[in-house]
């Protein structure tokens, strides 16, 4: 099955630890990208990458990283300088159409 | 940047009712979709259609893009279609891919 895969679909993260989300996928895209989505809000772009090694910071990158060392594979940190991570995180695949993972939900506790 | 507003922000409706979704844009666009987005939260691309329009089964969409708008029609509304609807654009001149994403219109079908 062609597609995208997110995981773990729910995380929970301590004060001061840094965690990292999964998203792989198989559709042969090129550009990758990495969405928050907050309660009743549209979406707010983190990172993306266009190409492998390459990446480049969105609107809300402060407190975030990224590696894209491989083509399929795009991971995304929060670190514990992201002040406010609770959220749910949306993967993107883009080609000519985007294809989006089915998310995760991080709660800091 | 592009700012993208979708109307009315709420909506339910009657099963069996249509509606129409509108999506403006305040800038030239070189790429606009539509999503659904499931109570589970995932993202289902409807349409991919930056100008022109299209039909796939209950669902048709137009995008008039010199007057920056687009609208997604649901006919024969199902309880399934709940929901929230986004429109998302790519600024023309931008990067590519850089999806800019509306607020979203939430749909209630009732029974």
């Known amino acids: 099955d062609g597609g995208i895969t997110q995981s773990p679909k729910y995380l929970f993260r301590k004060e001061g630890q840094n965690v990292t989300l999964s998203c792989e996928q198989n559709l042969n895209h090129d550009a990758m990208y990495w969405y928050r989505q907050d309660p009743g809000q549209g979406l707010r772009l983190i990172y993306y990458?266009?190409?492998?090694?390459?990446?480049q910071k969105g609107d809300i990158a402060e407190g975030y990283s990224v590696s894209r060392e491989k083509k399929e594979s795009f991971p995304l940190t929060v670190t514990s300088a992201q002040k406010n991570p609770t959220a749910f995180y949306l993967c993107?695949?883009?080609?000519?159409?985007?294809?989006f993972g089915q998310g995760t939900r991080l709660t800091v506790v | 940047g592009i700012q993208v507003e979708q109307s009315p922000p709420d909506l339910i409706l009657q099963e069996g009712a249509n509606s129409t979704l509108r999506c403006n844009f305040s800038?030239?666009?070189?790429?606009l979709q539509w999503f659904h987005q499931n109570p589970w939260g995932q993202l289902i691309n409807l349409f991919y259609?930056?100008?022109g329009t299209k039909q796939n089964g209950r669902l048709s969409a137009t995008t008039v893009a010199t007057e920056r708008y687009s609208l997604l029609y649901i006919s024969s509304s199902q309880t399934t279609d709940s929901g929230v609807y986004f429109c998302a654009v790519e600024n023309y001149g931008g990067s590519q891919g850089n999806l800019i994403f509306g607020k979203g219109t939430k749909l209630s079908v009732k029974p």
């Open positions: 993107a695949s883009i080609g000519a159409e985007a294809f």
């Open positions: 990458s266009q190409i492998v090694n390459d990446f």
């Open positions: 800038d030239s666009v070189n790429n």
């Open positions: 259609i930056p100008s």
